[in-house]
DNA sequence: AAGACGGGGAC
DNA sequence: GTCCCAGTCTT
């Protein structure tokens, strides 16, 4: 492995040039459930606006969840900037030195946490990441799907017994290099593969059904109606949501059920009258457990009430103000067409 | 043990 | 469309 990767692994990664703790930590967060070529154009901006803990600590979260819009699963955000705060509180701004502190770090489980350590500390400790465990159940033809505990029991049994006691950081990175670019999900290279010679499946057997899959359920679908609610200044009403849950934290749309008068969502909710109530296509915005299908609406404010806003909960944002803020992708998309058709002049909706 | 939690890349 | 990704947290 170590021969392989002298060779073949993936040395120039943004993350690796420079691979103190904090910088190992972030881009960990960010990878989780989350490829790599997804993740180097933020990791690049985050490193950019918090390059220390101490920065990361001392910046509010909006400015956090705004670095992370798009990349989802927003709670690793606000995991890492409450692990940030409390590493200047409590580790003096140092990240903790064993395996047992950093789990207890919030968003960093034994992998993230092993995976810290070995990279930035050289520390032997396995980890089993989504690459780890396609390697693992190949080699070792481990049947069934990872996210039973007897299985998973099992890969991290493997992947212990596998970690050296020195060149761990070499040998951690190998083994995910190897899943990211040779034991791929599909179409998997053993003929280049340095370990062929003793796995059980790549040669011999069917490498691509090892890990067994997740069983299939079939989604809901859940339904919306996002209101843009626009001001003749050209600022839209953004509402923040609760801190847990789907875009937790995040800047979004007033909502309106079905069954609700968006009109008296505007007056009921906001003390806002308005008019022309207009339709924008509907569109479908699929999540791991659900889908969602989202009915944008545009209504004008037709009284001047905008200076009414007290609420930490709300904001007039206009169009140069989206980027500084924490939105979901969809949103985002979706007022950026809003925005967008406002400029056209085929469009009369704002110039009655 | 099971479900919640986003978005995008690969096919 | 489906599957999966450098997982963790809550229930």
């Given at each position: 492995?170590?021969?392989w990767?002298?060779?073949?692994?993936?040395?120039?990664?943004?993350?690796?040039?420079?691979?103190?703790?904090?910088?190992?930590?972030?881009?960990?967060?960010?990878?989780?459930?989350?490829?790599?070529?997804?993740?180097?154009?933020?990791y690049?901006r985050?490193m950019?606006?918090f390059p220390t803990?101490?920065?990361?600590?001392?910046?509010?979260?909006?400015?956090?969840?705004s670095?992370?819009?798009g990349?989802g699963?927003?709670?690793?955000a606000?995991n890492?900037?409450?692990?940030?705060?409390?590493?200047?509180?409590e580790?003096n701004g140092?990240f903790?030195?064993?395996l047992?502190?950093?789990?207890?770090?919030?968003?960093?489980?034994?992998?993230?946490?092993?995976?810290?350590?070995?990279?930035?500390?050289?520390?032997?400790?396995p980890?089993?990441?989504?690459n780890?465990?396609?390697?693992?159940?190949?080699?070792?033809?481990?049947?069934g799907?990872?996210?039973?505990?007897?299985?998973?029991?099992?890969?991290?049994?493997?992947?212990?017994?596998?970690?050296?006691?020195?060149?761990?950081?070499?040998?951690?990175?190998?083994?995910?290099?190897?899943?990211?670019?040779v034991?791929?999900r599909?179409?998997?290279?053993?003929?280049?593969?340095?370990?062929?010679?003793?796995?059980?499946?790549?040669?011999?057997?069917?490498?691509?059904?090892?890990?067994?899959r997740?069983?299939?359920?079939?989604?809901?679908?859940?339904?919306t109606?996002?209101?843009?609610?626009?001001?003749?200044?050209?600022?839209?009403?953004?509402?923040?949501?609760?801190?847990?849950?789907?875009w937790?934290?995040?800047?979004?749309?007033?909502?309106?059920?079905?069954?609700e008068d968006?009109?008296?969502?505007?007056?009921?909710?906001?003390g806002l009258?308005t008019?022309?109530?207009?339709?924008?296509?509907?569109?479908?915005?699929?999540?791991t457990?659900?889908h969602?299908?989202?009915?944008?609406?545009?209504?004008?404010?037709?009284?001047?009430?905008?200076?009414?806003?007290?609420r930490?909960?709300?904001?007039w944002a206009?169009e140069?103000?989206?980027?500084?803020?924490?939105?979901?992708?969809?949103v985002?998309?979706?007022?950026?067409?809003?925005?967008?058709?406002?400029?056209?002049?085929c469009?009369?909706?704002?110039?009655?």
């Amino acid at each position: 492995m170590l021969r392989w990767f002298a060779e073949h692994g993936r040395r120039d990664l943004p993350w690796q040039t420079d691979p103190t703790p904090y910088r190992v930590w972030v881009s960990e967060i960010m990878l989780q459930q989350t490829q790599v070529a997804t993740v180097i154009p933020y990791y690049s901006r985050f490193m950019e606006r918090f390059p220390t803990v101490t920065a990361l600590a001392k910046a509010d979260l909006d400015a956090v969840l705004s670095h992370w819009s798009g990349l989802g699963y927003y709670s690793r955000a606000r995991n890492l900037h409450e692990a940030a705060g409390l590493i200047v509180g409590e580790h003096n701004g140092a990240f903790p030195d064993t395996l047992d502190q950093a789990m207890a770090l919030p968003g960093i489980g034994r992998s993230t946490a092993g995976a810290i350590l070995a990279l930035s500390k050289d520390q032997r400790h396995p980890i089993l990441d989504g690459n780890c465990k396609r390697v693992l159940a190949r080699y070792h033809a481990v049947p069934g799907w990872p996210g039973e505990s007897g299985v998973a029991k099992r890969l991290w049994s493997h992947a212990d017994a596998h970690t050296p006691d020195a060149n761990v950081a070499r040998y951690t990175q190998a083994i995910m290099d190897l899943g990211a670019t040779v034991c791929t999900r599909t179409r998997p290279h053993c003929d280049v593969c340095p370990v062929a010679d003793h796995c059980a499946t790549g040669l011999t057997g069917t490498p691509e059904q090892f890990p067994g899959r997740r069983p299939k359920k079939i989604q809901p679908v859940k339904e919306t109606r996002m209101l843009i609610v626009y001001s003749p200044d050209g600022s839209v009403l953004l509402e923040r949501r609760p801190p847990a849950g789907i875009w937790g934290g995040l800047w979004s749309l007033p909502e309106c059920a079905t069954h609700e008068d968006p009109y008296e969502v505007c007056v009921q909710c906001f003390g806002l009258e308005t008019a022309s109530v207009d339709a924008l296509p509907g569109f479908r915005h699929t999540f791991t457990h659900y889908h969602l299908d989202i009915s944008p609406l545009t209504l004008a404010v037709t009284d001047d009430s905008t200076d009414i806003m007290e609420r930490p909960d709300l904001l007039w944002a206009r169009e140069a103000d989206l980027e500084d803020r924490g939105l979901p992708a969809p949103v985002r998309r979706l007022l950026e067409d809003f925005f967008r058709m406002d400029e056209s002049p085929c469009q009369e909706r704002l110039t009655a």
